[in-house]
Structure formats: structure tokens, C-alpha cells
Nanobody
Framework: QVQLVESGGGLVQAGGSLRLSCAAS????????MGWFRQVPGKERVRVAT????????DYADSVKGRFTISRDNAKNTVYLQMNSLKPEDTAIYYC????????????WGQGTQVTVSS
């Protein structure tokens, strides 16, 4: 079992930056592939970024490439999402998630943190 707690969300103007954090507890995070997702009310949750166990491999949704950066610090059991050049369409609830197998569903989810980008 692993528990995930996101933080760092808030209100920011378009063009601004935020850094989200996701703290894991219960089991060492280094055994999990970590991901960030986001969801707008009434729409499906979509993947934003993924990072491999050791942090050497990352992948991004096309909509955030070049603006968002996912990283992890396994010693601190924390994964981050640095979000730059934010746009109003980035407004959503952001969730972090963890899974053991690269090719499989995510097993654990955080409660989410709200990000609002004003125009």
C-alpha cells in the first residue's frame, strides 16, 4: 500500500508557474512508476506526464510538452510537476498516481489539488 498526497496547487495568472508536489508514504516510492493526471469537471481524467522508477525516462502529453517537467526524488519519496507558461486551459484538478508495472493501470491515486489559471 502507498498513500499519495498532492500539494502546491493554487491560483495563478496566465504565463505564470506553479510546482506541484506529491508525497508518498507507506512504501518506498522507488518501486513505482509515477504519473500526473488532470481532470476538468464533466470530462475524463487525462494523463499529463509519467516518470520511470529511477527518473531516467519521462513522457508528456502533447499539450504540455516544453512547458511542464516531471521529476522525482526517491530519497524524499516525492514526485514533482513543474508547470511553466501556464494557460487557462491548464485549469483542472491535478492528481498524482503510482503503479508497479510500466504497462498496466495505476494502482494508487492521491486526492488531487486544484490548479486555476486566470486569463
Amino acid at each position: 500500500q502507498v498513500q499519495l498526497v498532492e500539494s502546491g496547487g493554487g491560483l495563478v495568472q496566465a504565463g505564470g508557474s506553479l510546482r506541484l508536489s506529491c508525497a508518498a508514504s507507506g512504501r518506498t516510492m522507488s518501486t513505482y512508476v509515477m504519473g500526473w493526471f488532470r481532470q476538468v469537471p464533466g470530462k475524463e481524467r487525462v494523463r499529463v506526464a509519467t516518470i520511470s522508477w529511477g527518473g531516467t525516462s519521462t513522457d508528456y502529453a502533447d499539450s504540455v510538452k516544453g512547458r511542464f517537467t516531471i521529476s522525482r526524488d526517491n530519497a524524499k519519496n516525492t514526485v514533482y510537476l513543474q508547470m511553466n507558461s501556464l494557460k487557462p486551459e491548464d485549469t483542472a484538478i491535478y492528481y498524482c498516481a503510482a503503479k508497479i508495472k510500466l504497462a498496466g493501470p495505476y494502482d494508487y491515486w492521491g486526492q488531487g489539488t486544484q490548479v486555476t489559471v486566470s486569463s
